[in-house]
């Protein structure tokens, strides 16, 4: 399945079951932010689709946001601690035992930017599910990392799910 169809059905199910919206955000920021599952699950389009939803058909913004940044927090958090408990362990699991370079790239990322590192990868796809597991290995401070991992979270889903509620608003202006 394309990106677009996985998106549409997505979609589609939130627009017919709307009390599942914010379980349904939730998941897909879980695992659009957690290590190697994100890169099966590029949950972003639905997000933006999720979010044209808000605006159009009333559901409330507020605990769609709160469970779409949770989860986004929480698939951090999970992507960390693999990291700081498996340590350089996580250089034989895919896909980085494919991808070698990655977490050379990653460790000068994080030293070069710090705790922005994961404020910065929050806003990049290939960066996303990375950039948390290489600041677990290389032991980045917990209170660092969760600092910038909840507040980026937070903002990243509230950009994802505002974009398709001011899209949305946008064609109905025009268009409407």
């Given at each position: 399945?394309?990106?677009?169809?996985?998106?549409?059905?997505?979609?589609?199910?939130?627009?017919?079951?709307?009390?599942?919206?914010?379980?349904?955000?939730?998941?897909?920021?879980?695992?659009?932010?957690?290590?190697?599952?994100?890169?099966?699950?590029?949950?972003?389009?639905?997000?933006?689709?999720?979010?044209?939803?808000?605006?159009?058909?009333?559901?409330?913004?507020?605990?769609?946001?709160?469970?779409?940044a949770?989860?986004?927090?929480?698939?951090?958090?999970?992507?960390?601690?693999?990291?700081?408990?498996?340590?350089?362990r996580?250089?034989?699991?895919?896909?980085?035992?494919?991808?070698?370079?990655?977490?050379?790239?990653?460790?000068?990322?994080?030293?070069?930017?710090?705790?922005?590192?994961?404020?910065?990868?929050?806003?990049?796809?290939?960066?996303?599910?990375?950039?948390?597991?290489?600041?677990?290995?290389?032991?980045?401070?917990?209170?660092?990392?969760?600092?910038?991992?909840?507040?980026?979270?937070?903002?990243?889903?509230?950009?994802?799910?505002?974009?398709?509620?001011v899209?949305?608003?946008?064609?109905?202006?025009?268009?409407?």
């Amino acid at each position: 399945m394309d990106l677009e169809a996985y998106a549409q059905t997505i979609i589609e199910f939130v627009r017919t079951h709307q009390a599942w919206a914010a379980p349904v955000v939730f998941a897909l920021c879980f695992a659009e932010s957690l290590a190697f599952i994100s890169l099966l699950i590029p949950a972003w389009a639905a997000l933006v689709g999720i979010g044209t939803l808000i605006g159009a058909s009333g559901l409330n913004f507020w605990p769609i946001w709160i469970a779409g940044a949770v989860g986004a927090a929480l698939g951090d958090w999970v992507s960390y601690w693999i990291g700081y408990m498996l340590e350089h362990r996580v250089y034989n699991m895919w896909p980085l035992s494919r991808h070698p370079h990655l977490i050379p790239k990653g460790e000068e990322f994080i030293k070069k930017w710090g705790a922005l590192a994961i404020f910065i990868g929050r806003f990049s796809g290939p960066l996303r599910a990375s950039v948390p597991i290489v600041a677990g290995i290389f032991a980045m401070p917990s209170w660092r990392f969760q600092l910038a991992n909840w507040s980026s979270a937070f903002l990243w889903a509230a950009v994802l799910l505002t974009l398709g509620d001011v899209t949305a608003t946008a064609i109905k202006w025009l268009f409407g």
